[in-house]
């Protein structure tokens, strides 16, 4: 039995999570969330803000004290603390869960999430910032699927696979389940961590304020998408709001543009919603993907609002069943909409045949 030791963050984690500079009070913080304007989220909003769409969040559990989140947090699963995952000593999944979904303290006062009106479904797979439960995170995943998670964010892991939970993710994906993870940070990882690395999971690269690649956001031919990553002001489980770093932040923020998504096109499959995603991201870098930016950073205003052709038909899978490597599909982009399509199929219907695991990508400042 394949069992990676898993971590909620990766190593020493814990001690890089520092306050802000300066006392991040309840109405300045909208002020400080600079990623609100960066992707124009207040007029996204005007769009869709994630009504009836659930997010599993698998983390350390959630604070169910946390102002920004009241409403918004349903009973989840926990087999640490066995408190419906409503306890995080931790304050990453606090954090994770804020960012997606935080309605504020009032009309411009307090966090603003992603997707203000998406329910938070809180996976407890850990209580601090070295260990979690491997077989927690297996069942968690499938128990979010089955209580009707729509998306899953998962802003950690490891550097190698684990068969069942490789089974796990694939399962989530084939059951119509938009999954998100991050890509990992540097210098605690080299190279794109699992469950990014794998077809069909949306790996999240880090951009800065300016939108260029964040320097703590690993690179690989496996990233699909970037999204904000320096500096993001979160609430803490502890009543503080914290500065972080690190694509577990990124992670987080497209996890709510797919709730945006999934919202506002509610008959869209999983595949179609990121098939969205990628093909209306803002291009950065070379033209067309490239192994920084993916297929660009998300742009949740084009997502829910371009006229984007849909997928063609999935294509017959090879006679062995053998899914087409990631790395051979990570071709730029072209213009033209069939080979964009072309490409994105083959990313997407691999997914029924390759296993997903989880990786933790993120940093705290």
Same mark, same amino acid.
């Given at each position: 039995?394949?069992?990676?030791?898993?971590?909620?963050?990766?190593?020493?984690?814990?001690?890089?999570?520092?306050?802000?500079?300066?006392?991040? !009070?309840?109405?300045?913080?909208?002020?400080?969330?600079?990623?609100?304007?960066?992707?124009?989220?207040?007029?996204?909003?005007?769009?869709? %803000?994630?009504?009836?769409?659930?997010?599993?969040?698998?983390?350390?559990?959630?604070?169910?004290?946390?102002?920004?989140?009241?409403?918004?947090?349903?009973?989840?699963?926990?087999?640490?603390?066995?408190?419906?995952? !409503?306890?995080?000593?931790?304050?990453?999944?606090?954090?994770?869960?804020?960012?997606?979904?935080?309605?504020?303290?009032?009309?411009?006062?307090?966090?603003?999430?992603?997707?203000?009106?998406?329910?938070?479904?809180?996976?407890?797979?850990?209580?601090?910032?070295?260990?979690?439960?491997?077989?927690?995170?297996? %069942?968690?995943?499938?128990?979010?699927?089955?209580?009707?998670?729509?998306?899953?964010?998962?802003?950690?892991?490891?550097?190698?696979?684990?068969?069942? &939970?490789?089974?796990?993710?694939?399962?989530?994906?084939?059951?119509?389940?938009?999954?998100?993870?991050?890509?990992?940070?540097?210098? &605690?990882?080299?190279?794109?961590?699992?469950?990014?690395?794998?077809?069909?999971?949306?790996?999240?690269? +880090?951009?800065?304020?300016?939108?260029?690649?964040?320097?703590?956001?690993?690179?690989?031919?496996?990233?699909?998408?970037?999204?904000?990553?320096?500096?993001?002001?979160?609430?803490?489980?502890?009543?503080?709001?914290?500065?972080?770093?690190?694509?577990?932040?990124?992670?987080?923020?497209?996890?709510?543009?797919?709730?945006?998504?999934?919202?506002?096109?509610?008959?869209?499959?999983?595949? &179609?919603?990121?098939?969205?995603?990628?093909?209306?991201?803002?291009?950065?870098?070379?033209? +067309?993907?490239?192994? %920084?930016?993916?297929?660009?950073?998300?742009?949740?205003?084009?997502?829910?609002?371009?006229?984007?052709?849909?997928?063609?038909?999935?294509?017959?899978?090879?006679?062995?069943?053998?899914?087409?490597?990631?790395?051979?599909?990570?071709?730029?982009?072209?213009?033209?909409?069939?080979?964009?399509?072309?490409?994105?199929?083959?990313?997407?219907?691999?997914?029924?045949?390759?296993?997903?695991?989880?990786?933790?990508?993120?940093?705290?400042?």
């Amino acid at each position: 039995m394949n069992r990676p030791r898993r971590s909620l963050a990766v190593a020493a984690a814990a001690t890089l999570w520092l306050l802000a500079a300066q006392p991040a !009070w309840a109405d300045n913080i909208r002020d400080q969330e600079w990623y609100l304007t960066y992707l124009h989220i207040p007029e996204a909003q005007q769009i869709s %803000q994630g009504d009836g769409v659930t997010v599993a969040v698998v983390d350390s559990g959630v604070n169910p004290n946390q102002p920004e989140l009241a409403g918004n947090l349903l009973p989840g699963f926990d087999n640490v603390a066995l408190d419906r995952g !409503w306890s995080d000593d931790f304050g990453h999944g606090t954090a994770m869960s804020c960012l997606i979904a935080a309605h504020g303290t009032g009309a411009s006062s307090g966090a603003l999430g992603i997707a203000p009106k998406a329910k938070i479904l809180p996976v407890k797979v850990g209580d601090d910032a070295e260990t979690n439960n491997y077989d927690y995170i297996v %069942q968690g995943i499938g128990w979010a699927v089955d209580h009707g998670a729509k998306v899953i964010n998962l802003s950690f892991g490891a550097a190698r696979a684990g068969t069942e &939970e490789e089974k796990a993710v694939r399962d989530a994906i084939a059951a119509d389940v938009v999954v998100v993870a991050g890509v990992g940070n540097q210098p &605690e990882v080299s190279q794109v961590a699992y469950p990014a690395k794998y077809p069909g999971v949306v790996a999240v690269a +880090g951009v800065d304020q300016n939108g260029n690649h964040a320097d703590v956001s690993v690179t690989g031919p496996e990233v699909v998408l970037s999204a904000p990553a320096v500096d993001i002001l979160a609430p803490h489980a502890d009543g503080q709001y914290l500065n972080g770093t690190g694509t577990s932040d990124a992670t987080a923020i497209v996890s709510g543009v797919a709730a945006l998504v999934r919202a506002k096109y509610p008959n869209l499959s999983a595949a &179609e919603v990121v098939h969205r995603l990628t093909a209306t991201a803002t291009d950065k870098g070379p033209p +067309g993907r490239d192994d %920084q930016y993916g297929y660009g950073i998300v742009n949740p205003v084009a997502a829910l609002t371009a006229d984007v052709p849909p997928l063609p038909p999935s294509p017959t899978a090879s006679p062995t069943g053998a899914a087409t490597s990631p790395t051979n599909i990570a071709a730029p982009r072209a213009s033209s909409p069939t080979v964009l399509i072309g490409i994105l199929v083959a990313v997407l219907v691999a997914a029924a045949s390759v296993g997903l695991v989880i990786l933790r990508a993120r940093t705290r400042r």
